[in-house]
C-alpha cells in the first residue's frame, strides 16, 4: 500500500499576513490558483478577522469572490469568532478553520480569549459551520510551546482536543505557533492526540523559527499524522507571536515525502516555478530551500 499524507497549502493566509508587502487580491487569487494548478486540494485563502489588526486579511471576502469555486478544492476560511465564522459562511467558503489556544496568555493577545473560553468558541464555530452544511475544523495553537508563558503541559493539549473532538470537526491539528518544538515532543504529542481522538485525524502545523520545522514534520508523519499545513515558500510568521519564522516550506515538505516514498498529490516543478513567481512579487528571496537548490534527480517532478 502506498503511504499518502495530505498537505494542506497555508500560505494564501498564514504565509502572507505577517508581510509587510500587502498583495492585491488579485495576486492572492493568482497565488491560489498557481497552488491548484500545483496538486494543492485544500487552501486556506483567507482569514476573517478584525482588518485593523491584520491589514493583509482585510480583502478577505473579495478573494473569496473573485476565486469562486474550484472544483474538487476545499477553500478553508480561518476564523477566530463566530463573528468571524458568520463573514465566512457568507461568502461561501468550504470550511471554516477555528483556533483553540493552549495558553491563556497566547490566546488574549491573538484573539481575546482564555484557553478555555477559545475552546468553547470553537466549538461553538464548528456547530455553526454543520448547521450550514459546511464542514470545520480546529487548530489548537501553541501546542508545543508559549511565547510568554513556556513550556505547554502536553495533558492540557490532550484534553483540550478530546473535548473539541466532541463538538463534530473533520481533524484537530497541532500547531507549534513559534517554532519551538522538537521531534521526539512532537512523537509524543501527535500519538496522545491521536489516541485520544480516533477515528479522528490528526493534521500538524509547523513553524521553522528554529530549523526544527522539516524534522518535526518528519516525527508527525511517522507518528500518524495524516495532514501537514505548509506554505509556498517557506513564507510566514505571526503578528501576535514575536520572533516567530514562516511555515514548513510546501516544495521543501513535498521534496522531503515525495523523495521518502509517501504521496502527498503535489507536482515540485510547479511549485518551484509558483514559488519563484510569489518571490518576484513580494520582491524578495524566500526562505524555503528546494526552490533555490532545485529538485534532485534533476528534472525529476516528485
Ligand atoms: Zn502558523
Not at 87 to 100: E, T
Request: charged share 20%; aromatic share 4%; glycine share 10%.
Amino acid at each position: 500500500m502506498t503511504r499518502a499524507v495530505e498537505l494542506v497549502e497555508v500560505g494564501p493566509r498564514d504565509g502572507l499576513q505577517n508581510e509587510s508587502v500587502l498583495l492585491s487580491t488579485a495576486n492572492k487569487v493568482e497565488l491560489i490558483r498557481r497552488c491548484v494548478a500545483a496538486g494543492a486540494r485544500r487552501i486556506e485563502v483567507a482569514s476573517f478577522v478584525n482588518p485593523r489588526k491584520v491589514p493583509q486579511m482585510a480583502d478577505a471576502e473579495a478573494v473569496v469572490e473573485e476565486l469562486g469555486e474550484l472544483e474538487g478544492v476545499t477553500r478553508i476560511g480561518l476564523v477566530l469568532n463566530l463573528r468571524g465564522a458568520e463573514r465566512a459562511l457568507a461568502c461561501g467558503v468550504d470550511q471554516l478553520g477555528a483556533v483553540a489556544v493552549a495558553s491563556d496568555s497566547f490566546g488574549i493577545r491573538n484573539q481575546g480569549q482564555t484557553s478555555t473560553q477559545s475552546v468553547e468558541e470553537a466549538a461553538r464555530i464548528v456547530a455553526l459551520a454543520r448547521a450550514a452544511g459546511r464542514s470545520a475544523q480546529v487548530t489548537i495553537a501553541t501546542a508545543f510551546g508559549c511565547p510568554f508563558e513556556g513550556a505547554v503541559d502536553p495533558a492540557h493539549v490532550v484534553q483540550m482536543a478530546r473535548r473539541l473532538a466532541q463538538a463534530g470537526p473533520v481533524e484537530i491539528a497541532l500547531a507549534d505557533t513559534i517554532g519551538v518544538a522538537v521531534p521526539a515532543e512532537v512523537t509524543a504529542l501527535v500519538a496522545a492526540v491521536r489516541a485520544a481522538i480516533a477515528p479522528l485525524p490528526v493534521r500538524v502545523h509547523f513553524h521553522d523559527t528554529r530549523n526544527t520545522g522539516l524534522a518535526n514534520v518528519w516525527a508527525a508523519v511517522e507518528a500518524g499524522a495524516a495532514t501537514v499545513d505548509a506554505s509556498l515558500g517557506g513564507l510566514g510568521g505571526c503578528p501576535f507571536a514575536p520572533g516567530a519564522a514562516g511555515n514548513v516550506g510546501t516544495e521543501d515538505v513535498a521534496y522531503l515525502l515525495a523523495r521518502s516514498g509517501v504521496e502527498t498529490g503535489l507536482d515540485l516543478a510547479k511549485l518551484i516555478a509558483a514559488s519563484q513567481w510569489l518571490s518576484g512579487v513580494m520582491g524578495k528571496a524566500l526562505p524555503a530551500s528546494v526552490s533555490r537548490a532545485g529538485p534532485f534527480p534533476s528534472g525529476e517532478q516528485g
